[in-house]
C-alpha cells in the first residue's frame, strides 16, 4: 500500500537544515515512492469561488509518498524520521493513499 507522510509543524526557515533526510531516504529504499518536497505559499478556495490564504498553509511543510504493507510498517520506519528531532510541535502525518 501506498502512504502519504505530511510534514506539519511551524514554518521552517528556508535555512533550515535537512542534514539527515538524505541518509533517511536512502534508508528506505524502494518503500520511497516519492521523496515529496516542502510546500508554501497555500490558498484555500471556498464555495462561493473567493480565496484565502490557508490555514494549513502555516502548518504544512511538505510530503512524501512510501509504500508499506500497512501503517504499522510506516511508523516503524518513519520513527527516527529527521523531522520529528526538530520538537513535539513537528509531527508526520500519515494517510493511506488510494
Known amino acids: 500500500m501506498k502512504y502519504i507522510l505530511f510534514y506539519k509543524g511551524p514554518a521552517t526557515l528556508p535555512v533550515t537544515s535537512h542534514k539527515g533526510w538524505p541518509t533517511w531516504f536512502n534508508k528506505l529504499g524502494n ?27 502555516a502548518t504544512l511543510n511538505g510530503y512524501s509518498i ?21 520538537g513535539k510541535e513537528y509531527t508526520i502525518e500519515i494517510f493511506e493513499k488510494k
Open 31 to 57: 518503500a520511497l515512492i516519492d521523496i515529496g518536497s516542502p510546500l508554501a505559499n497555500g490558498i484555500a478556495m471556498h464555495s462561493d469561488g473567493s480565496t484565502t490564504n490557508s490555514d494549513s498553509a
Open 66 to 86: 512510501i509504500q508499506a504493507k500497512d501503517k504499522n510498517e510506516v511508523l516503524e520506519l518513519i520513527k527516527d524520521h529527521p523531522y520529528l528531532a526538530l
